[in-house]
């Protein structure tokens, strides 16, 4: 499946799915399958967060090294 498009929230064709899960929407993508000759929309959401624990700091720390 071919990515067509990867749009923020807030972008132009993505209002109706900014409204429905607000700060939760990270992008919307538009794809399409070659093979059924379909076109898909999927999101991706944020679905958990929490603060980062010191192992994670720390792993990110030695990331940006």
Do not use: H, N
């Amino acid at each position: 499946m071919d990515v067509i498009k990867t749009l923020r929230p807030g972008d132009s064709g993505t209002k109706k799915l900014t409204k429905r899960y607000g700060d939760k929407l990270v992008c919307v993508r538009y794809r399409k399958d070659q093979v059924t000759q379909r076109r898909y929309t999927t999101i991706e959401l944020i679905v958990d967060e929490g603060p980062i624990g010191a192992a994670e700091r720390d792993e990110i720390a030695d990331e940006t090294l």
